[in-house]
């Protein structure tokens, strides 16, 4: 079984679960889209932006100087959305509807975002080594502009002039 196929698992096991659950997406912190249950460009565009939400999250955590983000929670009128971090390199993304307990909720989230996180920065590693560097050749030379002619369209010669075509 690959990575996609166990996160695809994870997330329809926890829409099982949790009726009040909606949707699930589970994103790179870069805004890349790794898995989902909604439909894709939905799910593509609450990708992008919970990686946003994210960065949001860890400059306050870091400007209030309260630990480490943990989750963002949106509440609407018709539900909420929660964005927590799973594993070093994803966020889970969870849309509930209006009936969803937000604490019952966020043990079961959490524990399938260290799962998923977890599978997702295993298959990730390597990509993140330091690359050899890339040893450049020399320079290519430049010619000086003293070299260039200064007006090149004053030179009109009988064999460069455009011509109308005969009709």
């Known amino acids: 079984m690959d990575a996609g196929t166990l996160m695809d698992a994870e997330l329809s096991r926890l829409r099982s679960r949790r009726p009040e659950v909606c949707g699930a997406v589970l994103a790179g912190t870069d805004g890349l889209l790794i898995a989902s249950d909604l439909p894709a460009t939905e ?17 306050f955590a870091q400007a209030a100087t309260r630990g480490e983000f943990r989750e963002h929670v949106v509440r609407t009128t018709d539900g909420q959305v929660v964005i927590y971090p799973a594993g070093q390199h994803a966020l889970l993304t969870l849309v ?16 399938v975002a260290r799962r998923t996180g977890g599978v997702f920065d295993a298959h990730r590693r390597g990509y993140d080594e330091p690359q050899p560097a890339i040893m450049a050749g020399p320079l290519a030379v430049r010619t000086p502009m003293a070299t260039i002619p200064t007006n090149p369209l004053r ?3 009988e064999h460069n002039r455009w011509h109308r075509p005969l009709i």
């Open 96 to 111: 509930a509807g209006p009936d969803a307990d937000p604490e019952e909720l966020r043990e079961e989230a959490r524990a």
């Open 155 to 157: 030179r009109h010669t």
């Open 43 to 59: 799910a593509a565009h609450l990708a992008a932006l919970a990686a946003a939400s994210f960065g949001l999250g860890q400059r």
